[in-house]
């Protein structure tokens, strides 16, 4: 059985950066989209990024346009979500998800429930 495995996370100051990891046993190759979602103590899980195989389209969540980015290296099974300007408002478990048929398309907000697969989590605290 294929399994998502996250790691990178961990406390740091607002305003610095994380990159998140999530590796995969099998192959990336077998998602099509590669997202991450996050859930907040008491809140919904959200969709925060996604990235398609066929063409390399993402998704961004507004709150973390222009400071996250996501990547996929296929030759690693890995895909990545780099986050710079952290806030705290960004605290949350952070989940890789993956999924053999979605598509990532710019203004059709993420619903986990389309995801197949899914990571375990890491934990990321911004705090001064």
């Known amino acids: 059985q294929e399994q998502l495995v996250e790691s990178g996370g961990g406390l740091v100051q607002p305003g610095k950066s994380l990159r998140l990891s999530c590796a995969a046993s099998g192959s990336t190759l077998d998602y099509h989209a590669m997202a991450w979602f996050r859930q907040a103590p008491g809140k919904e899980r959200e969709g925060v990024s996604c990235i398609s195989r066929s063409d390399g389209s993402t998704w961004y969540a507004d709150s973390v346009k222009g400071r996250f980015t996501t990547s996929r290296d296929n030759a690693e099974n890995t895909v990545y979500l780099q986050m710079n300007s952290l806030r705290p408002e960004d605290t949350a478990v952070y989940f890789c998800?993956?999924?053999?048929?979605?598509?990532?398309?710019?203004?059709?907000?993420?619903?986990?429930?389309?995801?197949?697969?899914w990571g375990q989590g890491t934990q990321v605290t911004v705090s001064s």
């Open positions: 998800a993956g999924d053999p048929d979605y598509y990532c398309e710019p203004g059709q907000p993420l619903a986990a429930r389309d995801f197949h697969s």
